[in-house]
Protein backbone atom coordinates (compact mmCIF):
# COMPACT_ATOMS: atom_id res chain seq x y z
CA UNK A 1 0.00 0.00 0.00
CA UNK A 2 1.15 3.88 -0.42
CA UNK A 3 3.09 4.87 2.41
CA UNK A 4 4.59 8.29 3.55
CA UNK A 5 6.97 9.14 6.26
CA UNK A 6 7.84 12.19 7.70
CA UNK A 7 9.94 11.92 10.70
CA UNK A 8 7.81 11.77 13.65
CA UNK A 9 10.25 13.12 16.17
CA UNK A 10 10.37 17.25 16.76
CA UNK A 11 13.57 18.99 14.73
CA UNK A 12 15.61 21.59 16.76
CA UNK A 13 17.68 24.25 15.41
CA UNK A 14 18.97 27.21 16.44
CA UNK A 15 17.96 30.36 14.82
CA UNK A 16 19.86 31.13 11.53
CA UNK A 17 20.76 27.41 10.86
CA UNK A 18 19.31 25.64 7.57
CA UNK A 19 16.24 23.13 8.56
CA UNK A 20 15.81 19.99 6.45
CA UNK A 21 12.42 18.26 6.26
CA UNK A 22 12.39 14.66 4.54
CA UNK A 23 9.69 13.44 3.26
CA UNK A 24 9.92 9.53 2.11
CA UNK A 25 7.37 7.97 -0.14
CA UNK A 26 6.49 4.06 -1.17
CA UNK A 27 4.65 2.12 -3.61
CA UNK A 28 3.68 5.20 -5.69
CA UNK A 29 5.34 7.43 -8.66
CA UNK A 30 3.63 11.30 -7.93
CA UNK A 31 3.76 13.21 -10.46
CA UNK A 32 4.23 15.94 -8.07
CA UNK A 33 4.32 16.73 -4.59
CA UNK A 34 3.24 19.32 -2.31
CA UNK A 35 4.45 20.95 0.92
CA UNK A 36 2.29 22.49 3.75
CA UNK A 37 3.13 24.58 6.82
CA UNK A 38 0.11 23.71 9.63
CA UNK A 39 0.47 26.31 12.86
CA UNK A 40 -1.39 24.85 16.00
CA UNK A 41 -5.22 25.48 15.83
CA UNK A 42 -5.06 26.04 11.76
CA UNK A 43 -5.58 24.63 8.49
CA UNK A 44 -2.26 23.73 6.22
CA UNK A 45 -1.10 26.08 4.34
CA UNK A 46 0.21 25.65 1.29
CA UNK A 47 4.12 26.70 0.40
CA UNK A 48 5.54 24.70 -2.26
CA UNK A 49 4.72 22.44 -5.55
CA UNK A 50 7.79 20.33 -7.19
CA UNK A 51 7.07 18.49 -10.33
CA UNK A 52 8.36 14.91 -11.01
CA UNK A 53 10.71 16.83 -14.06
CA UNK A 54 12.03 19.46 -11.38
CA UNK A 55 15.22 18.79 -9.10
CA UNK A 56 14.47 21.52 -7.27
CA UNK A 57 12.15 24.92 -6.54
CA UNK A 58 13.26 27.98 -4.46
CA UNK A 59 10.58 30.58 -2.87
CA UNK A 60 12.55 32.74 -0.92
CA UNK A 61 14.36 30.81 1.91
CA UNK A 62 12.51 28.11 1.24
CA UNK A 63 14.37 25.25 -0.87
CA UNK A 64 12.66 21.53 -2.12
CA UNK A 65 14.00 18.89 -3.65
CA UNK A 66 12.42 15.82 -5.51
CA UNK A 67 14.35 12.64 -6.12
CA UNK A 68 12.16 10.38 -8.00
CA UNK A 69 14.91 7.64 -7.82
CA UNK A 70 15.24 7.33 -4.20
CA UNK A 71 11.94 8.70 -3.55
CA UNK A 72 12.35 11.42 -1.65
CA UNK A 73 11.65 14.83 -1.12
CA UNK A 74 13.82 17.42 1.38
CA UNK A 75 12.37 20.73 2.58
CA UNK A 76 14.50 23.40 3.92
CA UNK A 77 14.91 26.86 5.44
CA UNK A 78 17.24 28.45 5.23
CA UNK A 79 18.56 31.52 7.39
CA UNK A 80 15.41 29.94 10.06
CA UNK A 81 13.29 31.98 12.24
CA UNK A 82 11.52 31.48 15.10
CA UNK A 83 8.57 32.69 13.39
CA UNK A 84 8.94 28.99 11.28
CA UNK A 85 8.10 26.95 13.79
CA UNK A 86 5.22 24.93 12.80
CA UNK A 87 4.77 21.81 11.57
CA UNK A 88 5.40 20.70 8.19
CA UNK A 89 3.48 18.25 6.17
CA UNK A 90 4.32 16.84 2.64
CA UNK A 91 1.29 15.55 0.12
CA UNK A 92 2.73 13.40 -2.69
CA UNK A 93 -0.11 13.00 -5.69
CA UNK A 94 -1.70 10.18 -5.45
CA UNK A 95 -0.82 8.65 -8.56
CA UNK A 96 -3.90 10.14 -11.13
CA UNK A 97 -6.15 10.63 -8.03
CA UNK A 98 -7.36 13.65 -7.22
CA UNK A 99 -7.01 13.26 -3.85
CA UNK A 100 -3.55 14.03 -2.13
CA UNK A 101 -2.82 11.97 0.30
CA UNK A 102 -0.50 13.87 3.23
CA UNK A 103 2.16 12.50 5.41
CA UNK A 104 1.60 12.64 9.50
CA UNK A 105 4.16 15.73 9.21
CA UNK A 106 7.20 16.99 11.36
CA UNK A 107 7.40 19.75 13.52
CA UNK A 108 9.77 21.97 13.77
CA UNK A 109 11.25 24.48 16.63
CA UNK A 110 13.60 27.24 16.37
CA UNK A 111 15.27 28.19 19.21
CA UNK A 112 16.24 32.34 19.60
CA UNK B 1 -12.37 37.09 -2.06
CA UNK B 2 -12.00 36.05 1.37
CA UNK B 3 -10.30 31.62 2.14
CA UNK B 4 -12.38 28.98 3.01
CA UNK B 5 -14.73 29.30 6.34
CA UNK B 6 -16.05 26.55 8.52
CA UNK B 7 -18.47 26.92 11.08
CA UNK B 8 -18.67 26.56 13.97
CA UNK B 9 -15.70 27.14 14.94
CA UNK B 10 -15.76 24.94 18.13
CA UNK B 11 -18.85 22.63 18.98
CA UNK B 12 -19.33 20.29 22.27
CA UNK B 13 -22.21 17.30 22.03
CA UNK B 14 -22.81 14.86 23.78
CA UNK B 15 -22.47 11.11 22.61
CA UNK B 16 -25.08 10.35 20.36
CA UNK B 17 -26.35 13.48 19.06
CA UNK B 18 -26.30 14.26 15.62
CA UNK B 19 -23.88 17.63 14.29
CA UNK B 20 -23.84 19.11 11.42
CA UNK B 21 -20.78 20.89 10.40
CA UNK B 22 -20.61 24.07 7.10
CA UNK B 23 -18.14 24.40 5.15
CA UNK B 24 -17.93 27.99 2.63
CA UNK B 25 -15.48 27.20 -0.16
CA UNK B 26 -13.34 29.55 -2.19
CA UNK B 27 -15.80 31.33 -4.76
CA UNK B 28 -14.89 29.79 -7.74
CA UNK B 29 -13.78 26.31 -7.17
CA UNK B 30 -15.34 23.02 -7.77
CA UNK B 31 -13.48 20.51 -5.85
CA UNK B 32 -13.86 20.46 -2.32
CA UNK B 33 -12.82 18.12 0.54
CA UNK B 34 -13.13 17.29 3.90
CA UNK B 35 -10.89 16.08 6.15
CA UNK B 36 -10.77 15.22 9.65
CA UNK B 37 -7.78 15.54 12.03
CA UNK B 38 -7.32 13.59 15.53
CA UNK B 39 -4.87 15.19 17.93
CA UNK B 40 -1.59 14.87 17.33
CA UNK B 41 -2.18 12.61 14.34
CA UNK B 42 -2.36 13.36 10.36
CA UNK B 43 -4.70 14.42 7.95
CA UNK B 44 -7.69 11.57 7.37
CA UNK B 45 -9.85 11.93 4.13
CA UNK B 46 -13.20 11.70 4.38
CA UNK B 47 -15.03 12.42 1.22
CA UNK B 48 -13.99 14.51 -1.83
CA UNK B 49 -16.92 16.87 -4.27
CA UNK B 50 -15.82 17.67 -7.99
CA UNK B 51 -18.23 19.92 -9.69
CA UNK B 52 -21.53 18.07 -10.49
CA UNK B 53 -19.56 14.49 -10.23
CA UNK B 54 -21.19 11.60 -7.89
CA UNK B 55 -18.87 12.48 -4.54
CA UNK B 56 -16.00 10.13 -4.10
CA UNK B 57 -17.09 9.16 -0.54
CA UNK B 58 -13.99 6.60 -0.04
CA UNK B 59 -13.02 8.08 3.24
CA UNK B 60 -15.91 7.89 5.41
CA UNK B 61 -15.08 5.57 7.92
CA UNK B 62 -19.16 4.48 8.91
CA UNK B 63 -22.83 5.45 7.81
CA UNK B 64 -23.24 7.67 10.30
CA UNK B 65 -20.75 10.15 8.62
CA UNK B 66 -22.59 12.21 5.27
CA UNK B 67 -22.34 14.91 3.31
CA UNK B 68 -23.84 17.02 1.01
CA UNK B 69 -22.88 19.94 -1.68
CA UNK B 70 -25.49 21.52 -3.94
CA UNK B 71 -23.46 22.46 -7.08
CA UNK B 72 -19.93 24.64 -6.16
CA UNK B 73 -21.28 25.89 -3.10
CA UNK B 74 -21.33 25.29 0.50
CA UNK B 75 -21.19 21.89 1.57
CA UNK B 76 -21.98 20.30 5.12
CA UNK B 77 -20.54 17.45 6.57
CA UNK B 78 -23.18 15.39 9.37
CA UNK B 79 -22.50 12.95 11.98
CA UNK B 80 -25.30 10.93 13.41
CA UNK B 81 -25.36 9.16 16.73
CA UNK B 82 -22.01 11.04 18.06
CA UNK B 83 -19.41 8.62 19.53
CA UNK B 84 -16.37 9.65 21.88
CA UNK B 85 -13.87 8.52 19.38
CA UNK B 86 -14.88 11.11 16.54
CA UNK B 87 -13.90 14.20 18.99
CA UNK B 88 -11.41 16.03 16.19
CA UNK B 89 -10.92 18.52 14.22
CA UNK B 90 -12.38 18.55 10.82
CA UNK B 91 -11.13 20.42 7.80
CA UNK B 92 -12.45 21.59 4.63
CA UNK B 93 -10.53 22.61 1.63
CA UNK B 94 -11.28 23.68 -2.08
CA UNK B 95 -9.12 24.17 -4.68
CA UNK B 96 -9.72 25.59 -8.20
CA UNK B 97 -10.20 21.77 -9.86
CA UNK B 98 -9.42 18.45 -8.64
CA UNK B 99 -5.66 17.97 -7.75
CA UNK B 100 -4.50 21.22 -7.41
CA UNK B 101 -3.53 22.99 -4.69
CA UNK B 102 -5.60 23.12 -1.38
CA UNK B 103 -6.97 25.58 0.60
CA UNK B 104 -8.08 25.10 3.92
CA UNK B 105 -10.28 26.36 6.27
CA UNK B 106 -9.46 26.89 9.85
CA UNK B 107 -11.38 24.02 10.79
CA UNK B 108 -14.26 22.72 13.13
CA UNK B 109 -13.09 21.09 16.99
CA UNK B 110 -15.41 18.84 17.54
CA UNK B 111 -15.85 17.56 21.66
CA UNK B 112 -17.93 14.54 22.09
CA UNK B 113 -18.69 14.03 25.63
Known amino acids: SQKIEQNSEALNIQEGKTATLTCNYT??????LQWYRQDPGRGPVFLLLIRENEKEKRKERLKVTFDTTLKQSLFHITASQPADSATYLC???????????FGRGTSLIVHP | GAGVSQSPSNKVTEKGKDVELRCDPI?????LYWYRQRLGQGLEFLIY????????KSGLPSDRFSAERTGESVSTLTIQRTQQEDSAVYLCASSRIGGETQYFGPGTRLLVL
Open chain 2, 27 to 31: SGHTA
Open chain 1, 91 to 101: APESGGSYIPT
Open chain 1, 27 to 32: NYSPAY
Open chain 2, 49 to 56: FQGNSAPD
